[in-house]
């Protein structure tokens, strides 16, 4: 049999390319390895996890293949700890941020099984003391369905207290003087603290902690004796460290436990896949199970390209087909798990470096199409094209757009763009067909990070109700970011103009450095949070009331509330639970 070609990634193909060197600990360790035609998974996997740990882009990782029988393929690799030199095997303990959720999506589904939570009744109706506000007043209440699917409007995070010990539970009280992102239905807003509700819910519901529950209902039927939120001293002897720039760091609290407090290792997690694979959750019957992998998006919302299941994200992928798939990422950690339903295929990768989620995702990726190649034969419609449907009418773009490349100043008469967050000003072309691009001397210009912008040509069109600035890359539609007015605020805001001083801390995880300032006639919010990236974070934001500006574009962040406050008579600027105090005030 001829063997089967496949579209790696270029980064796999040029590995593939080198040579694997021996990583002499792995001979002692315990391990599973894959027998028969998968040993060549392995084989071919071996040259990228060398690479990867020779040029240390990441200290260790914990790899875990299983089809519906159980594993194919446990293994360790690198060091678990920096300083003692400790290796990682399948025993090693990781913290996998939001692979959490999933876990907490199965209990709220066997939960649902038990008709002690329903899916589409009002969450205010099922977990006491949850209230949130709202700049309608006649919004719509979300529901347990919404907040598993992240199509309930609740803001991404609530910073401040993120990295404490505080109990999750807190949360749902904390958010009663907070603000909805959007309402229910209208947008994909990716939600720790819907999880966090999520988890509260379990909590109140079932009667039990929601520890307790998981661990009841889930892991120890489940024989996932490594894994829980609260590690004994056994297990803590097992957890892997953390690392930044190759050094082992300290790991912070995490309060939102039900989002991404999850400690679990390779080897437990290879037992939830095939539990999944095999249709065998306790509890869930298959009715409820493949609601998780069906998308959820509603009639009208706008997806921004993304198709969440129940804790889940699915998509198709033009080899193997249809995936299902989480990532995972905290400070010190980052991981992937990943399910092909049809090949009856799973795969867990662990890393225990900052920023290493996207290592995890892209080795997960290149072993699961390894292995569905080896395991049977992918399915025809493999370099299918999703077509993708283009509105009728469309305008030129004009204004101020808020968007992931930060925020977008277009003057169509000119032509020209502004691109704030890098401070350039780049010429324009406009094409027959009334869209915008960038001249070659301005693709030229624009820094490695930014090249992108080249490729694009830009619309405007509505979508929900937003004015919404599109892009056309190779005849698919992306979507960058609403459209923002420029109109004269309210003069009450161009008081309020100038630097604050945080005064409600949280150590080393604040947001430091907040400012408001007029950016070409828009207000923007300027924040600094090293914890998290050494960079300014500046949001454009659109004033709804004296006291109340929400922050503008879509994705993580966005349709925040900003909220002027006062505290000992003075303005103060509320951000995300964190509090500012005018400089230069008495």
């Known amino acids: 049999m001829p063997p089967i070609l496949l579209p790696f990634p270029a980064l796999l193909i040029l590995l593939v390319l080198t040579s694997c060197a021996t990583l002499d600990h792995q001979a002692e360790q315990n391990r599973l390895?894959?027998?028969?035609?998968?040993?060549?998974?392995?084989?071919?996997?071996?040259?990228?996890?060398?690479?990867l740990l020779e040029e240390e882009i990441v200290p260790g990782l914990s790899i875990a293949l299983v089809d519906g029988q159980g594993p194919v393929w446990l293994e360790g690799f690198g060091v678990a700890n920096s300083r003692t030199g400790a290796g990682?095997?399948?025993?090693?303990?990781?913290?996998?941020?939001?692979?959490?959720?999933?876990?907490?999506?199965?209990?709220?589904?066997?939960l649902v099984a038990e008709d002690k939570i329903d899916l589409d009744l009002a969450l205010q109706d099922q977990l006491s003391g949850f209230s949130i506000r709202h700049h309608q007043q006649d919004s719509t209440p979300l529901t347990p369905r919404q907040l598993l699917c992240h199509r309930s409007g609740l803001p991404s995070d609530l910073r401040k207290g993120m990295y404490t010990d505080t109990p999750f539970t807190q949360v749902t009280t904390l958010l009663h003087e907070e603000y909805a992102a959007y309402d229910p239905d209208r947008i994909?807003?990716?939600?720790?603290?819907?999880?966090?509700?999520?988890?509260?819910?379990?909590?109140?519901?079932?009667?039990?902690?929601?520890?307790?529950?998981?661990?009841?209902?889930?892991?120890?039927?489940?024989?996932?004796?490594?894994?829980?939120?609260?590690?004994?001293?056994?297990?803590?002897?097992?957890?892997?460290?953390?690392?930044?720039?190759?050094?082992?760091?300290?790991?912070?609290?995490?309060?939102?436990?039900?989002?991404?407090?999850?400690?679990?290792?390779?080897?437990?997690?290879?037992?939830?896949?095939t539990a999944l694979l095999g249709s065998h959750i306790p509890g869930l019957p298959d009715s409820l199970l493949k609601q998780m992998f069906q998308p959820q998006t509603a009639a009208d919302q706008v997806s921004l390209g993304v198709s969440p299941g129940f804790g889940w994200f699915i998509d198709h992928h033009p080899v193997v087909g249809k995936r299902v798939r989480h990532g995972g990422t905290t400070l010190l950690f980052g991981a992937e798990m990943m399910l092909l339903p049809e090949h009856g295929l799973g795969i867990a990768v662990l890393a225990n470096g900052a920023d290493s989620n996207r290592v995890a995702k892209?080795?997960?990726?290149?072993?699961?199409?390894?292995?569905?190649?080896?395991?049977?034969?992918?399915?025809?419609?493999?370099?299918?094209?999703?077509?993708?449907?283009?509105?009728?009418?469309?305008?030129?773009?004009?204004?101020a757009y808020a968007t992931d490349l930060g925020l977008l100043m277009v003057d169509a008469e000119q032509p020209r763009l502004c691109a704030c967050i890098i401070e350039r000003i780049l010429d324009l072309?406009?094409?027959?067909?009334?869209?915008?691009?960038?001249?070659?001397?301005?693709?030229?210009?624009?820094?490695?990070?930014?090249?992108?912008?080249?490729?694009?040509?830009?619309?405007?069109?509505?979508?929900?109700?937003?004015?919404v600035l599109v892009a056309d890359r190779n005849g698919n539609e992306i979507l960058l970011g609403n459209r923002i007015e420029t109109d004269q605020w309210e003069s009450v805001w161009r008081k309020r103009l100038g630097s604050y001083r945080t005064i409600n801390p949280d150590g080393e995880f604040?947001?430091?450095?907040?400012?408001?300032?007029?950016?070409?006639?828009?207000?923007?919010?300027?924040?600094?949070?090293?914890?998290?990236?050494?960079?300014?974070?500046?949001?454009?934001?659109?004033p709804v009331s004296p006291t109340e500006a929400?922050?503008?574009?879509?994705?993580?962040?966005?349709?925040?509330?900003?909220?002027?406050?006062?505290?000992?008579?003075?303005?103060?600027?509320?951000?995300?639970?964190?509090m500012g105090e005018p400089e230069g005030q008495e």
């Open 88 to 110: 990682v095997d399948i025993d090693t303990l990781f913290r996998v941020g939001s692979l959490t959720k999933p876990v907490t999506a199965i209990a709220v589904l066997q």
């Open 550 to 578: 929400v922050v503008q574009g879509f994705g993580r962040g966005g349709g925040e509330t900003v909220q002027i406050v006062e505290v000992n008579g003075k303005q103060c600027l509320k951000f995300s639970g964190y």
């Open 33 to 51: 390895l894959p027998q028969g035609d998968m040993a060549a998974v392995r084989s071919e996997s071996m040259k990228l996890i060398s690479r």
């Open 510 to 542: 604040s947001i430091q450095d907040l400012k408001l300032s007029d950016q070409d006639g828009v207000l923007c919010l300027h924040y600094r949070a090293p914890h998290l990236s050494d960079n300014l974070i500046r949001v454009p934001l659109q």
């Open 188 to 273: 994909y807003s990716y939600s720790n603290i819907g999880y966090d509700l999520l988890g509260h819910l379990i909590q109140e519901r079932s009667g039990q902690r929601y520890a307790d529950f998981i661990q009841r209902a889930l892991f120890t039927p489940l024989g996932m004796h490594s894994s829980g939120f609260e590690l004994s001293a056994e297990l803590k002897a097992r957890l892997s460290e953390g690392h930044l720039d190759g050094s082992s760091r300290p790991q912070p609290p995490l309060r939102d436990t039900p989002a991404l407090g999850l400690y679990t290792t390779g080897e437990d997690l290879g037992l939830l896949m």
């Open 362 to 399: 892209e080795l997960a990726a290149a072993i699961i199409v390894l292995a569905a190649s080896t395991h049977g034969v992918l399915p025809e419609q493999s370099q299918r094209r999703i077509a993708h449907h283009r509105p009728a009418s469309y305008d030129t773009p004009q204004g």
């Open 429 to 467: 072309v406009r094409f027959e067909d009334g869209s915008l691009g960038l001249t070659p001397e301005s693709i030229r210009q624009l820094p490695d990070g930014y090249r992108v912008l080249g490729d694009l040509r830009l619309r405007e069109r509505e979508i929900n109700g937003m004015d």
